[in-house]
């Protein structure tokens, strides 16, 4: 092997000395260009020469550490390290076929980020080599590599006008006095049949809170049903156990809370948004976790902490010990962001989805990863949770398992298979892209009539009543979060996506993205012409661009407001394309065809459609 020059480094684990070994930084194509140069670069961890690992990562059960650290950080190497001999530095030998062997990374003390050394297999036989790559949170890999050695990826859930709508007293008093007020002043009697409706089922649930409040019981059915005490952690009273009086009617999606037991006032009536259930058993299907569960909400804490417990009461997706931690309060004024959910690193946000029923109040490098749903609305339009085939969250547990689906596919499938090519003498830039969540949703608000009255209170209303705060004011007024610590945030906005990765699923077809026809097309012809297409999509502003690669080269390109729209025109745009490569083709042979041809790609829609039956369902 000609050996190329660098920085002579001593290696240590702990105190124990394994070896010398040289150090090469970037660029490394340079490293036997400029010796001089190379001496002269400011030397990562400091000025003493030496690199000291301070212990190994956990054992990866199937995942190379090198795949784990390209997911989370993509392209992070700063160093490369290879032992001077193998002879007389045995000890870093055998520190290197173990961590090459049991696939663990070594971590290094000192400096800002995290680094890690990983063993790099290479074209020359019996030559110990690292790479050094760098992760910015303490923690994140060891998080990241359990979840992907399990398969698992982050949900982050929103409660209010997403899984539930809670009223008090006072809320349900100032919507009644509000929609009688309209009625009054209608003159449609359809608008005034509608109101009247929505009027009733608002009395009759205030009913029975305030038989709730005064008695500790509601009459129904003609029984009376009492409180049964379940115990809760309460946020307020220094995360003690408290007993919380509750009766639930299953029945009705319907519990009945008090936020502080001491004091009625705090009593809150719940709906649950239907087919809760079965998105819950999805999450935790036959005792095997399939995403970790967090709640990122603007809601009061004591009631944030309440709301979930009636959503999760045997604390199946969120273990008790880890529920303080996972359930995120979001300040007033400020917008969600991911990166505070998992401020600890517990996850990477590329590996995490949203359900929320508001886009706009993510942070913008976030949007892509929030799968939007319509709000719930049990007052306005209860009809809308059964007008559909498909309820709501049934929707939303269809694209978990196909976001889940897609993500894991692609990293088993493509990027380990790439990542086992990559040798200690690969560039850089050979590394392969790492799947995102954002790659296989499509992210876009959900465009229904907003009920005239919010049906539900925020959590503020309940705040106020248990410590007597004044009101923090409209959470929808935010501002921007301070920049990501995560470096890749901004390049992660381009990632390039298989054409059926968007609707494929673990489980069958996902029933929210049907592909269009022309999206359909183009993967027919690519699979008969034993071939590939993907879309390529970037987010900016609020608007997204998609670009159509049929065996790598770029046919065509689409702009639009939400990322289907873009890949539809991106899509047409390719076939258009394609039927002009094919024109310009078979002309001389044939002698010309239509000129027309290309206006409406008819040539291939008549000779894929035929056969759509057979077509591979997307």
Known sequence: MNRMAGISTKVYHGDVFLGEAEMFLPPFKDQNQNQNQTQNQNFPLGNSREIRISHLSPQSERCPPLSILQTISPFAVRFKLQAKSITTHPLLHRFYLSCFQEYKSAVLVGGEEELHLVAMPSKVEKVSCFWCCAVQQPGLYGSCLFMLNTRCLSIVFDLDETLIVANTMKSFEDKIDALS?????????????????????????????????????????????????????????????????????????????????????????????????????????????????????????????????????????????????????????????????????????????????????????DQPRVHVVPAFTPYYAPQAETANAVPVLCVARNVACNVRGGFFREFDETMLRKIFEVCYESDVTDLPYSPDVSDYLLSEEYNSKDPPIPEGI???????????????????????????????????????????????????????????????????????????????????????SVEVLFSNDKIGIGMGKTREEAQLQAAEHALRNLASYYLSYVAPISGGLRNDLDKSSNGFLEDATTSHDHLPKS
């Open 181 to 365: 007020r309209k009625i009054d002043a209608e003159d449609d009697h359809l608008r005034v049949s509608g109101m009247s409706a929505e009027l009733k089922r608002y009395i009759e649930d205030r009913d029975l809170l305030r038989q709730f409040v005064e008695t500790d019981s509601v009459a129904l059915d003609s029984s009376k049903l009492p409180v049964q005490h379940e115990e809760a952690l309460s946020a307020i009273q220094d995360q003690q156990r408290i007993l919380r009086p509750v009766i639930r009617l299953p029945d009705k999606n319907v519990v009945l809370t008090r936020i502080n037991p001491e004091i009625r006032d705090t009593s809150v009536f719940v709906r649950l948004r239907p087919a809760w259930e079965d998105l819950r058993s999805y999450l935790t299907a036959k005792g095997r976790k399939r995403f970790e569960v967090y709640v990122c909400t603007m809601a009061e804490r004591d009631y944030a902490l309440e709301m979930w417990r009636l959503l999760d009461p045997e604390s199946r997706l969120i273990n008790s010990k880890e529920l303080l931690d996972r359930v995120v309060c979001v300040k007033p004024g400020l917008k969600k962001s991911l990166q505070t959910v998992f401020r600890e690193g517990v996850c990477h946000p590329k590996m995490a989805m949203v359900i929320d029923d508001r886009l706009q109040v993510w942070d913008e490098k």
């Open 458 to 544: 925020n959590g503020a209303e309940v705040d106020r009543r248990i410590n007597g705060l004044a009101n923090h004011g409209d959470d929808r007024q935010m501002q921007p979060l301070a920049a990501s610590p995560y470096p890749d945030d901004e390049a992660a906005a381009t990632r390039t996506t298989t054409g059926n990765r968007i609707a494929q699923s673990e489980g069958g077809s996902h029933a929210g993205a049907v592909p269009s026809l022309s999206i359909t097309v183009l993967q027919e012809i690519a699979r008969r012409c034993d071939s590939k297409v993907e879309f390529r999509s970037t987010v900016k502003n609020l608007q997204f």
